[in-house]
């Protein structure tokens, strides 16, 4: 269409050309043309004539150059050469040829993948002016390309530590609606880790979960910590904590790691029968050396029904320090010195460790044998220095 009306505007300058020299008329001038030959023109002829060719001349240039597309060719291949030097880690070379690209390209795409490019190489090579000229209009453009160049933002953002910046700029990408790509939903996930916005991490992470079943390890692995941060701010009011463990799965609840959380929560507050409740249940499921060891922390409630639970336990771990360690602090609680002595002894003999070298040493003193406390406190010392 464009070429089209370039040649009409050729013609009708051509034909007001014509006009204007047959109206107006006046002298000639002599033209000599080798070898040695003479024409004579009339003057206004030779001035439209010459204009005529200057205008004719201009206006095929421009179209060879909209045909051939020179600049366009040019930015292209800059951003390949760009592109091509970003991956082999020439950075420099990167930002020289994509920062070139990025100036002289007209296509919005080409533009944003020379920008994207620059702005990244800058980035590596510390040219934090470079990379803040060819983003500084990201989040403005209205290109349908503008949500490259506002990723890149993003990313580099995220990178540099400007979490706030970088989530207030992932809101521009919101405002054209739909589902957002994975790195922009990790990206956000980062940001919100960073800035302690648990409940927006455990949102995005159901996502990703949901979209990327190959990392599903790694989501969960921070979908985990989200929840355990959330279990130390609940712990702070029952309501809230009862709430927050009751919207979980039944999958989750199962999670040792988040049970342990739970029961940490509960017993802040004094809730010791919520605690147990939730080890036991899930020493069921899945065997838990944290939780084994938390059952003896709690002991505000009926430890007798503890201890006969423990022991049932010990039917299937007959050999387990651990647990083992745990009856012999409950039995203490207990003053059952009997049993408590046989289950620190068992333990210390399957696996000596300081908790419970110092379990038997505070046992010994209750009992008035300090000489025993004594040689057991030696030990556990002799045993934390020796273990580092």
């Not at 790694?218 to 941060?229: R, T």
């Not at 927050?244 to 940490?264: T, V």
């Not at 050396?289 to 201890?307: D, F, G, K, T, W």
């Not at 006969?308 to 010195?337: D, F, I, R, S, Y």
Request: charged fraction near 25%; charge should be negative.
């Amino acid at each position: 269409m464009r070429l089209i009306l370039w040649v009409l505007v050729l013609f009708a300058a051509a034909v007001a050309v014509t006009y204007a020299v047959e109206e107006y008329s006046a002298g000639t001038i002599m033209v000599e043309i080798p070898p040695y030959e003479q024409k004579e023109l009339q003057l206004d002829y030779a001035i439209g004539g010459a204009l005529a060719a200057f205008f004719v001349f201009y206006v095929l240039i421009r179209m060879l150059g909209g045909l051939l597309n020179l600049s366009g060719i040019r930015s292209e291949s800059l951003m390949i050469s760009g592109m091509k030097a970003f991956l082999e880690g020439d950075y420099k070379e990167a930002k020289k040829d994509a920062a070139k690209g990025y100036k002289v390209a007209n296509e919005p795409l080409v533009k944003s993948i020379n920008a994207a490019v620059a702005a990244r190489s800058a980035h590596e090579l510390g040219d934090k002016a470079t990379y803040d000229t060819v983003l500084e209009n990201a989040e403005d453009d209205t290109s349908d390309e503008r949500s490259l160049r506002l990723i890149t933002k993003i990313d580099l953002l995220v990178r540099e530590g400007h979490y706030q910046e970088a989530l207030d700029a992932s809101k521009k990408l919101y405002q054209s609606g739909g589902l957002q790509s994975t790195l922009v939903l990790r990206l956000e996930m980062e940001a919100h880790r960073q800035l302690k916005n648990w409940d927006a991490v455990l949102e995005i992470s159901d996502i990703l979960i949901r979209r990327h079943p190959l990392n599903k390890d790694y989501f969960e692995k921070v979908k985990y910590e989200a929840h355990m941060e959330n279990f130390k701010i609940k712990a702070s009011d029952l309501g809230s904590l009862n709430k927050y463990w009751a919207s979980l799965s039944e999958y989750e609840q199962s999670n040792s790691q988040l049970a342990a959380a739970a029961a940490r929560a509960y017993m802040s507050l004094g809730e010791c029968k919520t605690a147990n409740t939730i080890i036991e249940q899930n020493v069921q499921h899945e065997w838990s050396p944290e939780l084994i060891a938390l059952y003896a922390e709690c002991l505000n409630y009926h430890v007798n029904r503890q201890i006969e639970c423990a022991e049932v336990w010990l039917k299937a771990q007959p050999n387990n320090a651990g647990l083992l360690l745990t009856l012999g602090k409950l039995c203490t609680h207990c003053e059952l010195w009997g049993k408590a002595q046989n289950y620190l002894e068992a333990s210390i003999s399957v696996e000596p460790s300081t908790k419970a070298y110092f379990a038997l040493a505070q046992l010994n003193e209750k009992l008035g044998k300090h000489e025993l406390a004594m040689d057991s406190y030696n030990k556990a010392v002799e045993l934390t220095l020796k273990n580092g």
